[in-house]
Each structure stands twice: as C-alpha cells, then as structure tokens.
C-alpha cells in the first residue's frame, strides 16, 4: 500500500514482516517479526490503510491488527481482533470496521462473501453471500456450479473501490 506521503508499505507473507520503503524506493525500516508475540505476525496477508491507521490481516495469528502509523516508518498497535474467517481482502470502514471480502459461515449455514467486521463489538454485519455475489439465484446452484468448476480455480473476492474513494459506509451501529 502507498501512503498520501509516498511511504510503501509492503506485507512479506514469507519473511513475515512489513518492509517499509521511502518514495525514492530505499528501504526506511523492516517492522514486525516471526512469532505469537507483540508486533510478530506468523503469516500476515492483506492490508488496509486509512490515515493514519494501517490494517493488517494474520492468516497464521487468525487476527486482524490495527496500527496507526507513528512517523514515517514505524507503526503503534492500537487494537488486536480475533479472525474466525478467511478474508481474501480487507479494507478499513473506519476506526475498528473492516469491510471483508472473503468466506464466513452465517449463523444459518450460508456462506457470505462480504461483510463489516467491527473489532470493538467482536460482531459481523453481513451483505452479500457467495451465490448472490457470483450472479446465482439460488445457493443451490451456486454450489453446484462451485463443486464442478469454479472450485479448482478459487472462489476469491477482492475489494476495489478506488474509483469511489469518496463513499465511506454509514451503518446501523
């Protein structure tokens, strides 16, 4: 992710950290570590950013970490929450919301494809699910259709609001 000052902020699944470049593409600072521990991550994966705060989304941790960003170069914790789902993208609503793109199972056995995930309450918000998501009717066809095809090549969804970066969600809560 690019900050509004030109600060890159790359998440390295592998090493697993988040390397910090300047605008010119120099590496100002290598942040986090292997482990269970205070800034360790085990697999971090997606990320968000809404100044100043920059989300990071733990695979291995099963957390969501909320930093906000303390100078140029470093990052503060401000909130740890757990992740009972697989988001296949993540993007900050404000403070404590996430908008997820990924797989939850409803409290109905329904498999949802995009919902608000507010840290502070532990609580989902779902929107879409999967059938509707991918054009279905019904979710028996949809998983028909999954089981026969579109299972071999992944069932992922990404957010990308770029092009709306004016809208901000006004919910309920």
Known sequence: LVTEDSMIFIIDCRAPNIKIFDSN??????????????????????????????????????????????????????????NQDMPTDIDFLNKGKFLVA???MDNNGKWQGLYIYDCDNNKCEFLLNHAKSYGYQSESDFQRDFYAELEYIGANQYIDWSQYSSIRYRGSS
């Open 25 to 82: 593409g120099k590496l100002a600072n290598v942040f986090g570590r292997k482990g269970l521990g205070p800034d360790e991550f085990i697999m971090p994966f997606y990320s968000a950013y809404q100044k100043p705060f920059i989300g990071i989304a733990d695979f291995g941790r099963r957390r969501y970490f909320n930093y906000k960003r303390n100078g140029k170069s470093n990052l503060e914790l401000k909130q740890t929450c757990l």
């Open 102 to 104: 990924g797989n939850k």
